[in-house]
């Protein structure tokens, strides 16, 4: 058997060594270090190729691809949200992502993004924050406390100068969970009984909760003026956590408009309701928060820009590192018209 | 170091265990099979999600992802397209794929899909001749002889009772390649030095070049009553391979029309020029070949379908084998809303 050419082995970054690489660079460093990439990305936002994600929609959950391309390099991601699966003692989200060059169509990297996607959409959020939420935030409520809330105390602590984080959820014991965890990180933690508990005091509040439905984890009445609301659980069509009437005196930030009708909070509202794209905000094209008693709202859902941005990263990371293996995933015969001859060869 | 646990493993099929697979099984018995399963998926064609391909277009080539479903599994397909790589010393066509379980939305098979590609292509051609092809055909133009062209022999082979086979390509060395791979399969194989010579006494016709460009491999004149022609090479807007003329006066079968008309050589005609689907003629709704005179053309442009069906084929096919490794994709912590817990007892 010969060995496969170079070019037929992809870089692949597993769980295992995705973890090492976070904890060689540093939860906090990394995601900041994330965060930058994705500004950079969405400051030449016009030079992507973008399309509203490809969903695959079932009873149980939706399996989607999420592909993007600056001309040069491509990337896609694959993801899940299967909101039963926890109760199975599954993950709701798991994903994996790959880029490739557009030059010859050759992947370049395979990497697990459940991990990934965990700190980019953290490193998302706090990007967001750092332009909108109110000067001098120290107080972050973090309602929903699964898989992805201790990344994003920890990733506003990192860039927004968040100290205290007051944290809820209907199940105690993702809570005391996140409660745990969050130990001896720098942060003041206090477990709150009641949303309303959660949020107050909060210059920020966060929402990332996982049901397939339209809930209301915020009414009217708890969001006062100046806060910045960075809502991240709702993220397909019918499932929303905002009650309407926040989203009406709120100014309403989102990443790419045709995707984020579809699948944000701003699906309760008319097409053509007013929102400000962030990328034309970090460029200085658009007007961020515009006094300090405005609430601001980040309708995040998540975009492909932010996987490629995460990607990209990750290949320039693991770079003269041991934190990724070969894989033999492309079949790459010597002469490229003779695949038959090179699986002969193999016989 | 917790290994990972059972679920976030992914049975990986590399390359060099692809080939493997197929000496196991043996090349004509895996294209057979392989075509069985494809058959059975034709058949109950309107139990899957279908559209188009996702392209990302360059000026150097395609990236596309291909995705189904049939409602239990989901798989896709990652394929470039680039046929200057071949001048580069590359393959025009690399491509990986992937299943997933509907239900979970968790991946269960990562595959290699290059070598696949070439099997399923091969196996779709030759199972949609075994309807098309007029009876007792013998003799097959294989016009192209690139990557592809072996496969396509010992499919027509295997499954259409061809012994001859008559090659041709504008490159004398490719024609000298697949002459050599061919020797000792049982076939007669002849080199010819023109298109004209190739199709002499061929009741089979297939054509599969790879510029991005219209070409006319085949003219009006070359093509007599009762041929049967297998368009594999115009599978992208702008590159077909056939004289429109040749077209008019075919019976004219396809994978998906809504795909076929984008980028098969039916892009030439009318919107509504008539074809008929293949799945239609498997199941007996539509008539296949109407008499010994008609000229039959499919016109394959390679459907997600036929992905999807070598995909469950190599899931089933591997298991309980050494032809494939598990690959630590998929972050799965005890507790699933603890990925930050996972994530920081791996320190």
């Given at each position: 058997?010969?060995?496969?050419?170079?070019?037929?082995?992809?870089?692949?970054?597993?769980?295992?060594?995705m973890?090492?690489?976070?904890?060689?660079?540093?939860?906090?460093?990394?995601?900041?270090?994330i965060?930058?990439?994705?500004?950079?990305?969405?400051?030449?936002?016009?030079?992507?190729?973008?399309?509203?994600?490809?969903?695959?929609?079932?009873?149980?959950g939706?399996?989607?691809?999420?592909?993007?391309?600056?001309?040069?390099?491509?990337?896609?991601?694959?993801?899940?949200?299967?909101?039963?699966?926890?109760?199975?003692?599954?993950?709701?989200?798991?994903?994996?992502?790959?880029?490739?060059?557009v030059?010859?169509?050759?992947?370049?990297?395979?990497t697990?993004?459940?991990?990934?996607?965990?700190?980019?959409?953290?490193?998302?959020?706090?990007?967001?924050?750092?332009?909108?939420?109110p000067?001098?935030?120290?107080?972050?409520?973090?309602?929903?406390?699964?898989?992805?809330?201790?990344?994003?105390?920890?990733?506003?602590?990192?860039?927004?100068?968040v100290?205290?984080?007051?944290?809820?959820?209907?199940?105690?014991?993702?809570?005391?969970?996140?409660?745990?965890?969050?130990?001896?990180?720098?942060?003041?933690?206090?477990?709150?009984?009641?949303?309303?508990?959660?949020?107050e005091?909060?210059?920020?509040?966060?929402?990332?909760?996982?049901?397939?439905?339209?809930?209301?984890?915020?009414?009217?009445?708890?969001?006062?003026?100046?806060?910045?609301?960075?809502?991240?659980?709702?993220?397909?069509?019918?499932?929303?956590?905002?009650?309407?009437?926040?989203l009406l005196?709120?100014?309403?930030?989102?990443?790419?408009?045709?995707?984020?009708?579809?699948?944000?909070?701003?699906?309760a509202?008319?097409?053509d309701?007013?929102?400000?794209?962030?990328?034309?905000?970090?460029?200085?094209?658009?007007?961020?928060?515009?006094?300090?008693?405005?609430?601001?709202?980040?309708?995040?859902?998540?975009?492909?820009?932010?996987?490629?941005?995460?990607?990209?990263?990750?290949?320039?990371?693991?770079?003269g590192?041991?934190?990724?293996?070969?894989?033999?995933?492309?079949?790459?015969?010597?002469?490229?018209?003779?695949?038959?001859?090179?699986?002969?060869?193999?016989?």
């Amino acid at each position: 058997m010969t060995a496969p050419s170079d070019k037929a082995l992809v870089p692949f970054v597993s769980v295992d060594n995705m973890m090492r690489l976070v904890h060689h660079i540093g939860v906090e460093q990394m995601i900041t270090q994330i965060a930058a990439q994705i500004e950079t990305d969405f400051k030449r936002w016009e030079s992507f190729d973008k399309t509203p994600r490809i969903p695959a929609h079932s009873p149980h959950g939706v399996i989607e691809l999420m592909p993007t391309s600056d001309g040069e390099a491509y990337g896609f991601k694959y993801v899940n949200g299967h909101p039963k699966n926890t109760s199975e003692g599954l993950q709701t989200v798991t994903a994996f992502g790959l880029l490739a060059d557009v030059y010859t169509g050759y992947p370049t990297l395979l990497t697990e993004m459940t991990m990934l996607t965990a700190l980019r959409t953290a490193a998302t959020s706090a990007l967001v924050g750092s332009y909108l939420a109110p000067k001098n935030a120290t107080t972050m409520a973090m309602i929903g406390n699964g898989a992805q809330s201790e990344f994003q105390c920890l990733a506003f602590k990192a860039m927004c100068g968040v100290d205290t984080v007051r944290l809820y959820d209907v199940d105690q014991n993702a809570t005391a969970k996140c409660v745990a965890n969050l130990q001896n990180k720098g942060l003041t933690v206090v477990a709150c009984k009641t949303p309303e508990d959660a949020i107050e005091g909060a210059q920020i509040i966060t929402t990332c909760t996982a049901d397939k439905k339209n809930a209301t984890i915020l009414t009217d009445n708890m969001v006062g003026p100046g806060v910045h609301i960075n809502a991240i659980g709702g993220d397909c069509p019918g499932k929303t956590e905002l009650h309407r009437d926040i989203l009406l005196r709120s100014g309403i930030f989102v990443e790419y408009p045709e995707q984020t009708r579809i699948e944000g909070e701003i699906q309760a509202l008319e097409a053509d309701h007013p929102v400000t794209e962030m990328w034309q905000v970090m460029i200085g094209q658009a007007t961020g928060r515009t006094d300090d008693r405005q609430i601001t709202l980040f309708d995040s859902v998540g975009f492909a820009i932010e996987d490629f941005s995460a990607l990209r990263y990750i290949k320039n990371a693991i770079e003269g590192t041991e934190y990724s293996e070969s894989l033999d995933m492309l079949a790459d015969p010597d002469d490229p018209r003779d695949l038959f001859g090179m699986l002969m060869r193999a016989q």
